[in-house]
Protein backbone atom coordinates (compact mmCIF):
# COMPACT_ATOMS: atom_id res chain seq x y z
CA UNK A 1 0.00 0.00 0.00
CA UNK A 2 1.23 3.54 -0.62
CA UNK A 3 0.35 6.73 0.76
CA UNK A 4 0.83 9.52 -1.31
CA UNK A 5 2.96 12.38 -0.33
CA UNK A 6 3.02 16.20 -1.71
CA UNK A 7 -0.24 17.01 -0.77
CA UNK A 8 -0.51 20.82 0.43
CA UNK A 9 -0.96 21.00 4.36
CA UNK A 10 -1.37 17.46 4.46
CA UNK A 11 1.50 15.28 3.66
CA UNK A 12 5.58 16.32 3.90
CA UNK A 13 6.28 12.08 3.43
CA UNK A 14 4.62 9.07 1.95
CA UNK A 15 4.50 5.57 3.42
CA UNK A 16 4.40 2.39 1.59
CA UNK A 17 3.77 -0.82 2.85
CA UNK A 18 4.90 -4.03 1.60
CA UNK A 19 3.01 -7.67 2.25
CA UNK A 20 5.28 -10.63 1.63
CA UNK A 21 4.20 -14.06 1.77
CA UNK A 22 5.64 -17.40 2.04
CA UNK A 23 7.18 -20.11 4.22
CA UNK A 24 9.97 -17.87 4.97
CA UNK A 25 8.23 -14.12 5.36
CA UNK A 26 12.08 -12.54 6.38
CA UNK A 27 13.48 -14.10 3.17
CA UNK A 28 11.55 -12.59 0.70
CA UNK A 29 10.77 -9.58 2.55
CA UNK A 30 14.37 -8.71 2.29
CA UNK A 31 14.89 -9.97 -1.33
CA UNK A 32 11.75 -7.35 -2.19
CA UNK A 33 14.03 -4.84 -0.24
CA UNK A 34 16.38 -5.22 -2.61
CA UNK A 35 14.37 -5.10 -5.00
CA UNK A 36 11.82 -1.65 -4.58
CA UNK A 37 13.60 -0.71 -1.94
CA UNK A 38 17.70 -0.32 -2.15
CA UNK A 39 17.61 -0.96 -6.34
CA UNK A 40 17.81 0.95 -9.11
CA UNK A 41 14.66 3.45 -9.84
CA UNK A 42 12.70 2.63 -12.48
CA UNK A 43 12.52 5.20 -15.32
CA UNK A 44 9.23 7.27 -15.06
CA UNK A 45 7.26 7.42 -18.16
CA UNK A 46 4.58 10.08 -19.54
CA UNK A 47 1.11 8.60 -20.05
CA UNK A 48 0.10 11.52 -22.35
CA UNK A 49 2.12 9.22 -24.98
CA UNK A 50 -0.84 7.37 -25.35
CA UNK A 51 -3.05 8.54 -27.98
CA UNK A 52 -6.25 7.91 -26.44
CA UNK A 53 -5.22 10.18 -23.25
CA UNK A 54 -3.61 12.65 -26.06
CA UNK A 55 -6.79 13.20 -27.79
CA UNK A 56 -8.73 13.36 -25.50
CA UNK A 57 -6.72 16.42 -23.54
CA UNK A 58 -6.00 17.87 -26.50
CA UNK A 59 -10.12 17.81 -27.07
CA UNK A 60 -10.72 18.60 -23.07
CA UNK A 61 -7.66 21.90 -23.72
CA UNK A 62 -10.09 23.65 -26.11
CA UNK A 63 -13.56 22.50 -25.13
CA UNK A 64 -12.70 23.40 -21.13
CA UNK A 65 -9.07 24.25 -21.24
CA UNK A 66 -9.71 27.97 -22.70
CA UNK A 67 -6.97 27.19 -25.43
CA UNK A 68 -8.11 28.39 -28.40
CA UNK A 69 -5.03 28.94 -31.09
CA UNK A 70 -2.59 26.60 -32.24
CA UNK A 71 0.43 28.51 -31.20
CA UNK A 72 -1.37 28.46 -27.30
CA UNK A 73 -1.97 24.50 -27.63
CA UNK A 74 1.95 24.19 -29.27
CA UNK A 75 3.13 26.17 -26.41
CA UNK A 76 1.25 24.13 -23.76
CA UNK A 77 1.83 20.85 -24.60
CA UNK A 78 5.73 21.71 -25.03
CA UNK A 79 5.85 22.40 -21.54
CA UNK A 80 4.67 18.62 -20.80
CA UNK A 81 6.71 15.83 -19.09
CA UNK A 82 6.00 13.86 -22.46
CA UNK A 83 7.99 16.95 -24.65
CA UNK A 84 10.72 16.25 -22.26
CA UNK A 85 10.59 12.44 -23.59
CA UNK A 86 9.77 12.88 -27.19
CA UNK A 87 11.39 14.76 -29.50
CA UNK A 88 9.51 18.02 -30.02
CA UNK A 89 8.98 18.01 -33.62
CA UNK A 90 7.51 14.56 -33.28
CA UNK A 91 5.11 15.59 -30.62
CA UNK A 92 3.53 18.48 -32.72
CA UNK A 93 3.28 16.40 -35.91
CA UNK A 94 1.22 14.14 -33.45
CA UNK A 95 -0.88 17.00 -32.16
CA UNK A 96 -1.59 18.40 -35.91
CA UNK A 97 -2.84 14.86 -36.63
CA UNK A 98 -4.81 14.85 -33.99
CA UNK A 99 -6.37 18.41 -34.36
CA UNK A 100 -7.13 17.11 -38.31
CA UNK A 101 -8.76 13.95 -37.09
CA UNK A 102 -10.74 16.22 -34.33
CA UNK A 103 -11.86 18.71 -36.64
CA UNK A 104 -12.73 16.00 -39.15
CA UNK A 105 -14.84 14.28 -36.98
CA UNK A 106 -16.68 17.78 -35.84
CA UNK A 107 -15.59 17.78 -32.42
CA UNK A 108 -13.58 20.91 -33.11
CA UNK A 109 -14.20 23.90 -35.76
CA UNK A 110 -11.23 25.05 -37.13
CA UNK A 111 -11.89 29.01 -38.02
CA UNK A 112 -9.69 31.53 -39.81
CA UNK A 113 -6.21 32.94 -38.17
CA UNK A 114 -6.52 35.28 -35.51
CA UNK A 115 -4.83 38.49 -36.49
CA UNK A 116 -4.15 39.65 -32.77
CA UNK A 117 -2.70 36.89 -31.93
CA UNK A 118 0.59 37.58 -30.63
CA UNK A 119 2.50 33.76 -29.57
CA UNK A 120 4.57 33.51 -26.47
CA UNK A 121 7.92 32.37 -26.23
CA UNK A 122 8.85 28.69 -25.18
CA UNK A 123 9.41 28.53 -21.42
CA UNK A 124 13.02 27.27 -22.35
CA UNK A 125 14.28 29.88 -24.56
CA UNK A 126 14.74 33.91 -24.01
CA UNK A 127 14.02 36.70 -26.72
CA UNK A 128 17.52 36.55 -27.35
CA UNK A 129 19.77 33.74 -27.54
CA UNK A 130 23.54 35.67 -27.10
CA UNK A 131 24.09 39.01 -25.37
CA UNK A 132 22.91 42.01 -27.15
CA UNK A 133 25.94 43.74 -28.69
CA UNK A 134 27.07 46.75 -27.56
CA UNK A 135 26.47 48.93 -30.29
CA UNK A 136 22.70 47.79 -30.44
CA UNK A 137 22.26 49.01 -26.77
CA UNK A 138 21.19 52.47 -27.69
CA UNK A 139 18.66 51.04 -29.79
CA UNK A 140 16.40 49.43 -27.68
CA UNK A 141 13.76 50.29 -26.18
CA UNK A 142 12.68 52.19 -29.00
CA UNK A 143 9.50 52.33 -30.86
CA UNK A 144 10.86 53.90 -34.41
CA UNK A 145 13.00 50.79 -35.12
CA UNK A 146 12.16 47.70 -35.86
CA UNK A 147 14.40 44.50 -34.97
CA UNK A 148 14.20 41.44 -37.19
CA UNK A 149 14.33 38.44 -35.57
CA UNK A 150 16.48 35.38 -36.90
CA UNK A 151 15.15 33.01 -38.64
CA UNK A 152 14.82 30.14 -37.09
CA UNK A 153 17.59 27.59 -39.39
CA UNK A 154 20.59 30.04 -38.29
CA UNK A 155 19.19 29.72 -34.21
CA UNK A 156 19.30 26.16 -34.61
CA UNK A 157 22.48 26.14 -35.86
CA UNK A 158 23.66 28.67 -32.93
CA UNK A 159 22.91 26.03 -30.69
CA UNK A 160 24.41 23.23 -32.01
CA UNK A 161 27.72 25.04 -32.51
CA UNK A 162 27.82 24.47 -35.76
CA UNK A 163 27.63 28.24 -37.37
CA UNK A 164 28.93 31.65 -35.70
CA UNK A 165 25.56 33.41 -34.23
CA UNK A 166 23.86 35.52 -36.40
CA UNK A 167 22.31 38.56 -35.58
CA UNK A 168 19.31 40.56 -36.98
CA UNK A 169 19.15 39.10 -40.49
CA UNK A 170 18.74 36.43 -42.48
CA UNK A 171 21.51 35.05 -44.39
CA UNK A 172 20.69 34.40 -48.25
CA UNK A 173 22.05 30.39 -47.86
CA UNK A 174 19.32 29.98 -45.03
CA UNK A 175 16.44 30.99 -47.92
CA UNK A 176 15.70 28.15 -49.55
CA UNK A 177 16.32 25.57 -46.22
CA UNK A 178 13.63 28.09 -44.86
CA UNK A 179 10.98 27.58 -47.75
CA UNK A 180 11.51 24.17 -47.67
CA UNK A 181 10.56 23.90 -44.11
CA UNK A 182 8.13 26.36 -43.65
CA UNK A 183 5.93 24.85 -46.33
CA UNK A 184 3.51 22.75 -44.16
CA UNK A 185 3.37 24.54 -41.22
CA UNK A 186 0.36 25.75 -39.88
CA UNK A 187 -0.25 29.43 -38.88
CA UNK A 188 -0.14 29.95 -34.64
CA UNK A 189 -2.55 31.95 -35.01
CA UNK A 190 -5.31 30.00 -36.11
CA UNK A 191 -8.37 29.29 -33.84
CA UNK A 192 -9.93 26.43 -32.86
CA UNK A 193 -13.44 26.09 -31.46
CA UNK A 194 -15.22 22.91 -30.00
CA UNK A 195 -18.62 21.89 -31.23
CA UNK A 196 -21.58 21.39 -29.16
CA UNK A 197 -20.73 17.52 -29.49
CA UNK A 198 -16.85 18.15 -28.53
CA UNK A 199 -17.73 20.04 -25.44
CA UNK A 200 -20.27 17.04 -24.27
CA UNK A 201 -17.60 15.07 -25.35
CA UNK A 202 -15.08 16.30 -22.70
CA UNK A 203 -17.98 16.89 -19.97
CA UNK A 204 -18.50 12.99 -19.98
CA UNK A 205 -14.97 12.22 -19.91
CA UNK A 206 -15.24 10.08 -23.41
CA UNK A 207 -12.14 9.39 -25.43
CA UNK A 208 -13.20 10.87 -28.76
CA UNK A 209 -12.52 7.55 -31.01
CA UNK A 210 -15.45 5.80 -28.75
CA UNK A 211 -17.34 9.00 -29.12
CA UNK A 212 -17.24 8.28 -33.32
CA UNK A 213 -17.58 5.05 -33.21
CA UNK A 214 -20.95 5.65 -30.55
CA UNK A 215 -21.91 8.51 -33.23
CA UNK A 216 -21.05 6.40 -36.29
CA UNK A 217 -23.56 2.88 -34.53
CA UNK A 218 -26.18 5.23 -33.69
CA UNK A 219 -26.76 6.81 -37.14
CA UNK A 220 -26.76 3.30 -38.48
CA UNK A 221 -30.03 2.48 -35.72
CA UNK A 222 -31.82 5.43 -36.84
CA UNK A 223 -31.56 4.55 -40.76
CA UNK A 224 -32.95 1.42 -39.60
CA UNK A 225 -35.42 2.47 -37.82
CA UNK A 226 -36.30 4.57 -40.98
CA UNK A 227 -36.33 2.43 -43.45
CA UNK A 228 -37.64 -0.60 -41.31
CA UNK A 229 -34.55 -3.07 -42.90
CA UNK A 230 -32.85 -4.23 -39.91
CA UNK A 231 -33.79 -4.92 -36.09
CA UNK A 232 -32.06 -2.54 -33.75
CA UNK A 233 -32.12 -4.44 -30.55
CA UNK A 234 -30.73 -4.09 -26.68
CA UNK A 235 -27.75 -6.92 -27.14
CA UNK A 236 -26.89 -4.21 -30.70
CA UNK A 237 -26.50 -1.08 -28.44
CA UNK A 238 -24.25 -3.07 -25.48
CA UNK A 239 -22.21 -4.59 -28.52
CA UNK A 240 -21.89 -1.27 -29.77
CA UNK A 241 -20.95 0.03 -26.63
CA UNK A 242 -18.55 -2.73 -25.91
CA UNK A 243 -16.66 -2.05 -29.09
CA UNK A 244 -15.37 1.17 -28.07
CA UNK A 245 -11.69 2.10 -26.24
CA UNK A 246 -13.41 2.63 -23.38
CA UNK A 247 -15.05 -0.21 -22.53
CA UNK A 248 -12.63 -3.21 -21.09
CA UNK A 249 -13.53 -5.97 -22.84
CA UNK A 250 -13.34 -9.80 -21.83
CA UNK A 251 -10.52 -12.31 -22.83
CA UNK A 252 -10.91 -14.90 -24.49
CA UNK A 253 -10.57 -18.97 -23.54
CA UNK A 254 -9.33 -21.81 -25.37
CA UNK A 255 -12.93 -23.34 -25.02
CA UNK A 256 -14.31 -19.82 -26.60
CA UNK A 257 -12.32 -20.30 -30.11
CA UNK A 258 -13.86 -23.59 -30.84
CA UNK A 259 -16.19 -23.97 -33.96
CA UNK A 260 -18.24 -25.48 -31.94
CA UNK A 261 -18.62 -23.34 -28.74
CA UNK A 262 -21.68 -21.51 -27.48
CA UNK A 263 -19.98 -18.07 -27.88
CA UNK A 264 -19.46 -19.23 -31.91
CA UNK A 265 -23.62 -20.16 -31.65
CA UNK A 266 -23.91 -16.68 -30.30
CA UNK A 267 -22.11 -14.79 -32.66
CA UNK A 268 -24.49 -16.44 -35.48
CA UNK A 269 -27.39 -15.38 -34.04
CA UNK A 270 -26.76 -11.77 -33.48
CA UNK A 271 -24.69 -11.22 -36.62
CA UNK A 272 -27.77 -8.87 -38.14
CA UNK A 273 -27.88 -6.56 -35.30
CA UNK A 274 -24.61 -5.60 -34.52
CA UNK A 275 -24.17 -1.81 -35.02
CA UNK A 276 -20.66 -1.65 -34.90
CA UNK A 277 -18.33 -2.26 -37.73
CA UNK A 278 -16.97 -5.99 -37.61
CA UNK A 279 -13.13 -6.61 -37.38
CA UNK A 280 -11.34 -9.59 -37.70
CA UNK A 281 -13.49 -12.56 -36.21
CA UNK A 282 -11.19 -13.42 -32.73
CA UNK A 283 -11.54 -9.76 -31.91
CA UNK A 284 -15.28 -9.05 -32.55
CA UNK A 285 -15.59 -12.45 -30.78
CA UNK A 286 -14.46 -10.76 -27.65
CA UNK A 287 -16.77 -8.39 -28.10
CA UNK A 288 -19.69 -10.79 -28.38
CA UNK A 289 -18.83 -11.76 -25.36
CA UNK A 290 -18.73 -9.03 -23.48
CA UNK A 291 -21.91 -7.52 -24.23
CA UNK A 292 -23.34 -11.02 -24.33
CA UNK A 293 -22.31 -10.79 -20.22
CA UNK A 294 -24.36 -7.86 -19.63
CA UNK A 295 -27.05 -9.01 -21.61
CA UNK A 296 -27.01 -12.29 -19.29
CA UNK A 297 -26.90 -9.66 -16.35
CA UNK A 298 -30.25 -7.69 -17.64
CA UNK A 299 -31.80 -11.36 -18.07
CA UNK A 300 -31.73 -11.74 -14.97
CA UNK A 301 -29.45 -14.32 -14.93
CA UNK A 302 -27.41 -15.35 -11.59
CA UNK A 303 -24.08 -14.52 -10.60
CA UNK A 304 -23.62 -18.20 -10.30
CA UNK A 305 -25.30 -18.84 -13.46
CA UNK A 306 -22.72 -15.80 -15.13
CA UNK A 307 -19.75 -17.43 -13.98
CA UNK A 308 -20.46 -20.82 -15.07
CA UNK A 309 -21.58 -20.21 -18.71
CA UNK A 310 -19.13 -17.33 -19.24
CA UNK A 311 -16.08 -17.82 -16.38
CA UNK A 312 -16.49 -14.31 -15.26
CA UNK A 313 -16.25 -13.30 -11.04
CA UNK A 314 -18.67 -11.05 -9.80
CA UNK A 315 -16.50 -8.20 -9.10
CA UNK A 316 -15.01 -8.36 -13.34
CA UNK A 317 -19.03 -8.11 -13.68
CA UNK A 318 -19.85 -5.23 -12.15
CA UNK A 319 -17.34 -3.41 -13.12
CA UNK A 320 -18.38 -3.90 -16.93
CA UNK A 321 -21.95 -3.24 -15.77
CA UNK A 322 -20.09 0.43 -14.55
CA UNK A 323 -18.73 0.93 -17.78
CA UNK A 324 -21.68 0.35 -19.88
CA UNK A 325 -24.20 2.30 -18.16
CA UNK A 326 -21.86 5.41 -18.06
CA UNK A 327 -20.81 4.44 -21.82
CA UNK A 328 -24.74 3.86 -22.93
CA UNK A 329 -25.22 7.56 -20.86
CA UNK A 330 -22.77 8.78 -23.17
CA UNK A 331 -23.92 7.50 -26.73
CA UNK A 332 -27.66 9.30 -25.05
CA UNK A 333 -25.91 12.44 -24.93
CA UNK A 334 -24.50 11.37 -28.77
CA UNK A 335 -27.46 11.37 -30.04
CA UNK A 336 -28.98 14.42 -28.33
CA UNK A 337 -26.28 16.96 -29.95
CA UNK A 338 -26.05 14.83 -33.66
CA UNK A 339 -27.82 16.94 -35.98
CA UNK A 340 -27.61 15.46 -39.24
CA UNK A 341 -30.99 14.48 -39.68
CA UNK A 342 -33.48 16.15 -40.66
CA UNK A 343 -37.23 16.62 -38.67
CA UNK A 344 -38.82 13.95 -40.25
CA UNK A 345 -37.08 11.51 -38.58
CA UNK A 346 -37.28 12.56 -35.05
CA UNK A 347 -39.72 9.81 -34.14
CA UNK A 348 -36.67 7.68 -34.93
CA UNK A 349 -34.52 9.40 -32.58
CA UNK A 350 -36.98 9.51 -29.88
CA UNK A 351 -37.43 5.55 -30.18
CA UNK A 352 -33.35 5.19 -30.13
CA UNK A 353 -33.26 7.43 -27.39
CA UNK A 354 -35.97 5.60 -25.45
CA UNK A 355 -34.40 2.28 -26.08
CA UNK A 356 -30.95 4.06 -24.82
CA UNK A 357 -32.49 4.98 -21.68
CA UNK A 358 -33.58 1.46 -21.17
CA UNK A 359 -30.81 -0.19 -21.78
CA UNK A 360 -29.28 1.55 -19.37
CA UNK A 361 -31.48 1.19 -16.47
CA UNK A 362 -31.41 -2.26 -16.91
CA UNK A 363 -27.84 -2.19 -16.88
CA UNK A 364 -28.04 -0.55 -13.64
CA UNK A 365 -30.31 -2.79 -11.98
CA UNK A 366 -29.66 -6.09 -13.67
CA UNK A 367 -33.40 -6.73 -14.68
CA UNK A 368 -35.88 -7.09 -17.52
CA UNK A 369 -37.74 -3.82 -18.68
CA UNK A 370 -41.20 -5.27 -16.87
CA UNK A 371 -39.53 -4.34 -13.23
CA UNK A 372 -37.72 -0.97 -14.09
CA UNK A 373 -39.94 1.12 -12.23
CA UNK A 374 -40.80 -1.26 -9.04
CA UNK A 375 -36.71 -1.57 -8.74
CA UNK A 376 -36.58 2.02 -8.22
CA UNK A 377 -37.94 1.62 -4.49
CA UNK A 378 -35.62 1.31 -1.84
CA UNK A 379 -35.14 -1.98 -0.60
CA UNK A 380 -36.04 -3.75 -3.75
CA UNK A 381 -33.35 -5.32 -5.66
CA UNK A 382 -34.49 -7.21 -8.93
CA UNK A 383 -34.49 -10.63 -6.80
CA UNK A 384 -36.98 -9.15 -4.73
CA UNK A 385 -38.53 -7.57 -7.94
CA UNK A 386 -39.19 -10.74 -9.23
CA UNK A 387 -40.67 -12.76 -6.34
CA UNK A 388 -43.08 -9.93 -6.22
CA UNK A 389 -43.96 -9.91 -9.98
CA UNK A 390 -44.95 -13.68 -9.12
CA UNK A 391 -47.90 -12.49 -7.42
CA UNK A 392 -48.36 -9.35 -9.68
CA UNK A 393 -46.69 -6.59 -8.13
CA UNK A 394 -44.96 -5.15 -11.04
CA UNK A 395 -44.96 -1.37 -9.99
CA UNK A 396 -44.90 0.83 -6.97
CA UNK A 397 -48.95 1.10 -7.39
CA UNK A 398 -49.41 -2.51 -6.92
CA UNK A 399 -47.06 -2.85 -4.08
CA UNK A 400 -49.31 0.22 -2.53
CA UNK A 401 -52.49 -1.60 -3.27
CA UNK A 402 -51.32 -4.96 -2.42
CA UNK A 403 -54.36 -7.23 -0.77
CA UNK A 404 -54.07 -7.48 2.89
CA UNK A 405 -53.95 -11.49 1.98
CA UNK A 406 -51.11 -10.70 -0.21
CA UNK A 407 -49.53 -8.40 2.30
CA UNK A 408 -49.75 -11.05 4.52
CA UNK A 409 -48.05 -13.99 2.73
CA UNK A 410 -45.37 -11.63 1.34
CA UNK A 411 -44.65 -10.78 5.18
CA UNK A 412 -44.09 -14.68 6.12
CA UNK A 413 -41.50 -15.13 3.00
CA UNK A 414 -37.89 -16.19 4.15
CA UNK A 415 -36.17 -12.91 4.91
CA UNK A 416 -38.80 -10.74 4.28
CA UNK A 417 -40.96 -9.51 7.17
CA UNK A 418 -43.34 -7.14 8.48
CA UNK A 419 -40.56 -4.33 8.67
CA UNK A 420 -39.42 -4.60 5.26
CA UNK A 421 -42.73 -4.43 3.64
CA UNK A 422 -43.43 -1.62 5.31
CA UNK A 423 -40.08 0.28 4.18
CA UNK A 424 -40.84 -0.77 0.84
CA UNK A 425 -44.72 1.24 1.02
CA UNK A 426 -42.84 3.97 2.78
CA UNK A 427 -40.56 4.91 -0.31
CA UNK A 428 -43.21 3.19 -2.59
CA UNK A 429 -44.96 6.56 -2.35
CA UNK A 430 -42.65 8.99 -3.58
CA UNK A 431 -42.73 6.37 -7.29
CA UNK A 432 -46.55 6.20 -7.80
CA UNK A 433 -47.98 8.03 -10.30
CA UNK A 434 -50.03 11.01 -9.04
CA UNK A 435 -53.56 10.55 -8.93
CA UNK A 436 -55.76 13.32 -11.36
CA UNK A 437 -56.42 15.92 -9.70
CA UNK A 438 -60.02 16.55 -8.06
CA UNK A 439 -62.45 18.71 -10.46
CA UNK A 440 -63.73 21.84 -8.17
CA UNK A 441 -66.77 22.29 -8.41
CA UNK A 442 -67.59 26.15 -9.31
CA UNK A 443 -69.16 28.34 -6.20
CA UNK A 444 -72.15 30.29 -7.43
CA UNK A 445 -70.73 33.18 -5.62
CA UNK A 446 -68.13 33.18 -8.65
CA UNK A 447 -70.75 33.11 -11.39
CA UNK A 448 -70.30 36.61 -12.30
CA UNK A 449 -73.51 39.20 -12.32
CA UNK A 450 -75.01 40.07 -15.25
CA UNK A 451 -73.23 42.91 -17.31
CA UNK A 452 -70.34 42.41 -14.70
CA UNK A 453 -66.58 42.88 -16.40
CA UNK A 454 -64.31 40.15 -16.64
CA UNK A 455 -61.58 42.73 -16.05
CA UNK A 456 -61.26 45.90 -14.66
CA UNK A 457 -60.54 49.18 -16.44
CA UNK A 458 -56.60 49.39 -15.21
CA UNK A 459 -56.45 45.70 -16.17
CA UNK A 460 -57.16 47.07 -19.89
CA UNK A 461 -59.49 45.35 -22.22
Not at 5 to 10: H, K
Not at 173 to 184: G, L
Not at 435 to 451: F, K
Request: hydrophobic fraction near 40%.
Amino acid sequence: MLGRAGRPRYDDFGEAWVLCKGTDGWEVADDVADRYFHGPVEDVTSKLANEAALRMHLLSAVAAGGLRHRGSLEDFFARTFLARQWPLPQLMERIDAILDWLVSERFLRRLDADQEFIPSLPANETEWEDDVPAWLSPATGRDDLILDEPSPAPSAARRSGDEPSVFGFTPASSIRSAAVTTVNVRDPATVYEATEMGRVVTRLYLDPASASVLRTGLRRGVRRLVRGDAPVTCFGLLHLAATTNDFAQLFLKAKDTERDSDLWKKYATVADEVLADREYEERDLSTVKSAWLVESWIEEKSLKEIEASLDVAPGDLHHRTDLMAWLLAGAAAILTTDDVFLDDHLPALDHLSSLLDEARHRVRHGCKSDLLRLVKVRHVGRQRARRLAEVGIRTPEDLLAMPVATRRQVEGWRGWGPVLVQRMLDDAVRFAAPHAPDVIQPRSDDMPLPGERETSVEDGP
